[in-house]
């Protein structure tokens, strides 16, 4: 059983950064790959980014590639999201997600989910 607890959320202006983390409970940290989801009003739960149980492989979403930045941390069981040049759109309550198997866009791969974290970017 994993359990993970995100932080870091908050309110900043468009063009601001926040660091959003992860923390995840258990010993086999390692063996998970990780995600980030967001779900802003009115919208459906989409991919943001993720990244391989070694570090070694991301993925990112379109709208966000090149302004985010994926990072864990398999000593201190914790997966980071690094949110650079936010944007209104960016606005949405952002979950941390693991599960055994490749990177994928799709949620239903991904058995255990944080509570999620608001992200809230004014113009």
């Known amino acids: 059983q994993v359990q993970l607890v995100e932080s870091g959320g908050g309110s900043v202006q468009a063009g601001g950064s926040l660091r959003l983390s992860c923390a995840a409970s258990?010993?086999?940290?390692?063996?998970?790959?990780m995600a980030w989801f967001r779900r802003a009003p009115g919208k459906a739960r989409e991919f943001v980014a993720g990244i391989s149980g070694s570090g070694g492989s991301t993925v990112y979403a379109d709208a966000v590639k090149a302004r985010f930045t994926i990072s864990r941390d398999n000593a201190k069981n914790t997966v980071d999201l690094h949110l650079n040049n936010l944007k209104p759109d960016d606005t949405a309550v952002y979950y941390c997600a693991g599960g055994r198997g490749i990177i994928t866009s799709e949620y239903g791969p991904y058995t255990y989910w944080g509570q999620g974290t608001q992200v809230t970017v004014s113009s």
């Open positions: 258990g010993r086999t940290f390692s063996a998970y790959t």
